[in-house]
């Protein structure tokens, strides 16, 4: 049970009067005469007589009662309420056939990038498997894959475990006709569905390992229409910048990995995140790419703000009353019981 505390507790001073009260409602103005006060002496005390300064020391305790009263005695109800201030993303990842590369994972060539992205985007999604306080549960989420066109795979959602099934069959580009790079048609598919989020915060983290080289609309383009919309872009190049093994199908139907040329686009992309306010990294292997993704995740934390309502329960009325009911009590045995002559 919370302790009782005083609104004012300095008027409990006058409870301090209490003694002053009590020797002047003692001394009540009435006499009688005797000759001699020897025979009062000797005879025996009546109930009336010990307690005839009862009505006194009810006026007394009136005093205290009314002065806790209006101290304003209470005691605090605390209600804790936590608003949570979301951050809407989108996720813009390439999943062009130069994404199965298999650069990001050091003597694994059995992993491609696209698979790398997946697991560090469920874990920052999710958080690590084991841990407590990880991932990104009050974020609505969404995911845009791109190659030679764009396609939202998933609206923003709360709905995580949805969003990282949706990502998990996310697969290759398989037909030449639908291979490319088309950054700036992710970038700005990301930013449309992120225009009619009404979080306050809205990003796009925009992975690619390569140049722009399909699509209708210019990366730089996208990110002024981002910048105007006051979303910020995270742009991360995967990968190697020159030659990355690539399984490639020799004549015999055997698959073995070719040393390709790859480029990434890294002037356009750090342009992108500059002209947004945001940031541009980039990643080598595995490691690195989990480093980014823990840097974004703590530049780009939800707000937590924690607001203390403190309601109080009043008892000054039980006071009030009790110090009413003793004057009450006090007037009646003075008038009657314990009445003196004027």
Known sequence: MSEIEFRDPWLLLLSLLAPLVFVWASRRPSMLVYSSLAILDQGPRSVRVRLAKLPALLMALTLIALSIAIAGPRTPDAETRISREGVAIMMVVDHSSSMNARDLVKDD????????????????????????????????????????????????????????????????????????????????????????????????????????NAGAIVPKEAAEVAAANNIKVYSIGAGTNGLAPIPMQDPFGRMRLVRAEVEIDEETLTEIADVTGGQYFRAVDIDALGEIYGQIDRLERTKVTEFRYLQYTEHYGTFALLGLCLMGAAVVLGSTVFRTLP
């Open 109 to 212: 060539q059995s992993v491609d990038r696209l698979q790398v992205v997946k697991q560090v985007f469920r874990q920052f999604v999710l958080g690590e498997e084991g841990t407590a306080g990880k991932g990104r549960p009050d974020d609505t989420i969404g995911l845009i894959a791109f190659a030679g066109y764009a396609d939202s795979l998933c609206p923003l959602t709360l709905d995580h475990g949805n969003l990282v099934a949706m990502l998990d069959d996310l697969e290759l580009v398989r037909r030449e006709d639908e291979d490319g790079t088309a950054i700036g048609d992710g970038l700005a598919l990301a930013v449309e569905r992120l225009r009619r989020s009404e979080a306050k915060s809205r990003i796009v983290i925009l992975l690619t390992d390569g140049v722009n």
